[in-house]
C-alpha cells in the first residue's frame, strides 16, 4: 500500500515539473504558476487509490487509481473555468523589480490573494464568436448548429452567439423502395428525392437576441 502511495507521489511530482517547465517573466509567470497549481490540486483530489485485500489475514493487498470518467473531469474542469477570477499585480520585488504576487480585488480598498480552486486570468478573453486571425479563432458565422440539439450537442441558440441562425432547405438524390430480384441476384431501387433542413450562423451580426428565419 505504501509502495503505491509513493509511486503516486512520484507520478504528480513528474506532472508538477512538466508543468511549471515553462516559465514566463512576471505577471504572466505568476498567473500559470498559480493555474499549475490550481490544476495539480484538481487532479490530487479526482485521483483516488483503491486496494483490495486478499489472503488469510488479509495482508496481502493490490492497489490501483482509478480516475473518473471524462464527464467528471469535463465537469470540473468547466466548474474551475466559469469561476475564474480576474487578478492585478501587486507588490514588486525590489531587487528584480519583479512582481511578487498577483491579487483578486475585492473593491477599492481590499483585495485578497487567489485561492487553491481558484483559477485566474490577467487579461480578458477574447471573443470566439467573432473571427480573429490573431489567436486562430474561426468565429461561428456561416457555421452548421442543431436546431434540436440532442444530448451532448450544442444548439444554435448556444452556438450562435448574437448572429442568430436561418434554416434553408436542401434536397438529396436516395435510393428508395429496394427489392432483390431472385431471378437476377440483383437489388433494384427507385431514386427517390429527400429533403431535409440545414441551420447555420448568420454571417451578419445583429443586436438581439438569436433568431429563426426560413429562406
Known amino acids: 500500500m505504501h509502495k503505491h502511495l509513493k509511486r503516486c507521489h512520484r507520478i504528480f511530482g513528474i506532472v508538477e515539473s512538466f508543468?511549471?517547465?515553462a516559465r514566463i517573466s512576471d505577471r504572466r509567470r505568476l498567473m500559470?504558476?498559480?493555474n499549475h497549481r490550481v490544476a495539480i490540486h484538481a487532479i490530487k483530489k479526482i485521483v483516488k487509490v483503491?486496494?483490495?485485500?486478499?489472503?488469510?489475514?488479509?495482508?496481502?493487498?493490490?492497489?490501483?487509481?482509478?480516475?473518473p470518467s471524462d464527464k467528471d473531469i469535463k465537469r470540473i474542469i468547466i466548474n474551475l473555468v466559469k469561476k475564474a477570477m480576474f487578478a492585478k499585480s501587486s507588490a514588486k520585488d525590489p531587487q528584480t523589480g519583479l512582481k511578487t504576487k498577483l491579487v483578486i480585488k475585492i473593491n477599492n480598498s481590499r483585495a485578497r490573494l487567489p485561492k487553491l480552486n481558484e483559477l485566474i486570468y490577467i487579461d480578458p478573453s477574447p471573443d470566439y464568436c467573432v473571427k480573429n486571425k490573431k489567436y486562430r479563432i474561426t468565429g461561428v458565422?456561416?457555421?452548421?448548429?442543431h436546431l434540436y440539439a440532442?444530448?451532448?450537442?450544442i444548439s444554435c441558440e448556444e452556438m450562435c452567439c448574437d448572429y442568430g441562425y436561418h434554416?434553408?432547405?436542401?434536397?438529396q438524390s436516395v435510393k428508395c423502395n429496394c427489392q432483390f430480384n431472385l431471378k437476377s441476384y440483383r437489388e433494384k431501387c427507385q431514386d427517390c428525392t429527400k429533403q431535409y433542413y440545414i441551420s447555420r450562423c448568420r454571417k451578419i451580426l445583429i443586436k438581439h437576441n438569436s433568431t429563426m428565419s426560413h429562406p
Open 32 to 34: 500559470e504558476e498559480h
Open 141 to 145: 458565422a456561416g457555421r452548421r448548429c
Open 167 to 171: 434554416i434553408t432547405k436542401s434536397t
Open 150 to 153: 440532442k444530448a451532448g450537442e
Open 19 to 21: 508543468l511549471n517547465s
Open 50 to 67: 483503491h486496494c483490495n485485500y486478499f489472503g488469510e489475514m488479509s495482508i496481502i493487498s493490490t492497489c490501483f487509481f482509478h480516475i
